[in-house]
Each structure stands twice: as C-alpha cells, then as structure tokens.
C-alpha cells in the first residue's frame, strides 16, 4: 500500500523545496505545478484548447506563461477559465502517477489541495508555512510576478492560517535545516504510526 501524503502551502512557502526533502527521505513525489509545465510546454495535452480559448497565448507551440499574466492582469477571471481547461488535464496527469508508485510514501505538491477539495483523496496531509513578510520577500526576490499577481493570487488562496489547522502536519519554513528537520519527523511518524495502521 502506498501512503498519499498531500503537501500544500501559499504561494512561496516552501512547497517545493520541502518536496525534494521528502524525496531525499525516499518518498516519490507528484508535483502540480510541474504537471502544468509539462501540458503548457511544446506537445503538452493544454496547448490545443489554450489555443482555442486564448488565440495568441500559445508561441512556437507552448503555453507563454507571461502571455497568460498578461491577459489575467487585464481580466482576472481568465485565471478562472484557464482552471476549467488545466484542471481536469492535471487530474489526469496525477492519476496515471498514482497507479504506477510504488513507493510506501507518495507526497502530492498541490498549491490548491484544500481550495479544489483534494484532501479527501490523501491520507494525510501537511502544509508549509513561514511569516507573510517572508513569503512576500520570497516570491518577490524571484522577479517573476508583479506585486498585483502576487496579491491577486494571494486573493485565490485559503489563508494560510486556514490551511494550517486543517492539516495533519506543519512545517516551519524559516531555514534549510529546520524544515529538514520536521520532515525527518513526519516521515517517521508515517511510517512507525500511520503505514499499515
Ligand atoms: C498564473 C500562472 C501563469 C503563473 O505562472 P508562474 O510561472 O509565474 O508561476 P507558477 O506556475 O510557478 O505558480 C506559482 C504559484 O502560484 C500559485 N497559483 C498558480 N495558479 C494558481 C491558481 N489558479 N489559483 C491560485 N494560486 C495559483 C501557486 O501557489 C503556485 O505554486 C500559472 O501558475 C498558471 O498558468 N496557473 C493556472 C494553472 C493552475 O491553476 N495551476 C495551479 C496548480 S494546478
Ligand atoms: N526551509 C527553508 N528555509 C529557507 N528558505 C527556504 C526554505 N524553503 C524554501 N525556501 C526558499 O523560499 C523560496 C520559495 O520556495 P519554493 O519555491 O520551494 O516555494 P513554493 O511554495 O514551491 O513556491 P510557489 O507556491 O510559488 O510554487 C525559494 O527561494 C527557497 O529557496
């Protein structure tokens, strides 16, 4: 049996590099954001509706994350419509990884876990988090969004508060070393408490 651990967290927590701590713990990872990566990029399963929603937001053949800011900063309920495209593809995607893992522990990095109801699809879940000045100044330091991307998807996500008591498990973000730290501890708890329970 596999153990679905959900990671989630706000933009700029720590998902990802959280994620990879799992994975040096030996969990197999499923990452969302990287599943749209690979249906926005040139031959991906998004390019042919994006194509038809969105005329000139595709460019040599893949989605253009930057055209798509753009036409959300003009309209932010593009962002609602590219969902009910991306979505149901990433569903999919996440599927065919789950019925190949073989691994005890499966983490899924899903930024929007608790907003589309995906929890009732994991065993456990855990959730990153660090202080709203810390989150700002990381996503910020990346120079990829402008401070109104940043507050509009900000303005999509359940607070992180929200997200922290719903979950199994925290962990802190504040350092490299701490953050390591915690995982180390929820993967041992799963699997001396929770695997084959
Ligand atoms: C808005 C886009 C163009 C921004 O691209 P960019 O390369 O700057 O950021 P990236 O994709 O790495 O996302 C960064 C973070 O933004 C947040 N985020 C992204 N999309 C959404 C969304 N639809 N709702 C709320 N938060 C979101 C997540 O926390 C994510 O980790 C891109 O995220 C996108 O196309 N989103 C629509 C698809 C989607 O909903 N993805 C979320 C995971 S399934
Ligand atoms: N535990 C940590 N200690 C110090 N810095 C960290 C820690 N975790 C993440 N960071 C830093 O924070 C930034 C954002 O991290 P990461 O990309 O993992 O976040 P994310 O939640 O996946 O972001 P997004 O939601 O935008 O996809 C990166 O610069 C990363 O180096």
């Not at 999509?156 to 802190?172: F, G, H, L, N």
């Amino acid at each position: 049996m596999t153990f679905r651990l959900g990671l989630t967290g706000s933009i700029g927590m720590g998902k990802s590099t959280t994620a990879r701590m799992f994975v040096d713990e030996g969990c197999a990872l499923w990452d969302a954001d990287a599943a749209v990566h690979r249906l926005y990029a040139v031959g991906g399963a998004a390019v042919p509706a994006m194509t038809a929603a969105f005329p000139g937001v595709v460019v040599n053949g893949a989605v253009s994350r930057a055209a798509i800011k753009d036409l959300i900063a003009a309209d932010p309920l593009v962002l609602s419509r590219i969902e009910q495209i991306v979505h149901p593809l990433v569903a999919a995607d996440r599927k065919a990884f789950s019925a190949e893992t073989v691994s005890d522990i499966a983490v899924y990095d899903i930024p929007l876990l608790f907003e589309n109801r995906g929890e009732s699809q994991m065993d456990a879940t855990v959730c990153v988090t660090a202080t709203p000045d810390i989150q700002r100044d990381r996503v910020m330091a990346r120079g990829t969004m402008s401070e109104e991307q940043f507050q509009m998807i900000l303005a999509k996500q359940m607070p992180d508060a929200e997200k922290r008591a719903r979950s199994d498990y925290v962990i802190e973000t504040d350092t490299l070393e701490h953050a390591r730290a915690q995982v180390q501890d929820v993967v041992r708890d799963i699997r001396e408490n929770r695997l084959n329970a």
